[in-house]
């Protein structure tokens, strides 16, 4: 994938892309603002990945490659106090390269947060 944006997905695992079988090498593409878990309706569900998931099945082989990069303000959300996990990436895989990346606030939270329901 070449210069793009990925803004404002919703979804369980990888907020705006899921990886699973496939080596995709993305370059001067930005994330931003992308959220996974609880925020897309699924309360029950911890986010994983706010921008991006990556999962190998068994035996797999794959190397996603981020290049030139940015991951700004996503999100990995859970309705309880755990189970959200990585706010940019999360990687269940052998390997990942980030090369030259920028990551700024990126988080993985759960549980209740009263400014959420104010």
């Known amino acids: 994938f070449f210069p793009g944006s990925f803004k404002y997905g919703l979804g369980g695992s990888g907020g705006a892309v899921s990886i699973s079988q496939s080596s995709p090498t993305f370059v001067n593409c930005v994330f ?12 029950r569900q911890p986010g994983t990945g706010g921008a991006v998931m990556v999962i190998s099945p068994p035996g797999a082989q794959i190397n996603p490659v981020f ?16 189970g959200a996990s ?19 606030r990126n988080i993985a939270h759960g549980g209740y947060r009263p400014r959420d329901h104010e």
């Open 32 to 43: 931003e603002k992308n959220v996974a878990g609880a925020g897309n309706g699924r309360a």
């Open 67 to 82: 290049v030139n990069s940015s991951f700004s303000d996503n999100h990995a959300e859970a309705a309880y106090a755990f």
């Open 86 to 104: 990585g706010g940019a990436i999360m990687v269940q895989s052998q390997s990942l390269t980030v090369m030259d990346g920028m990551f700024k």
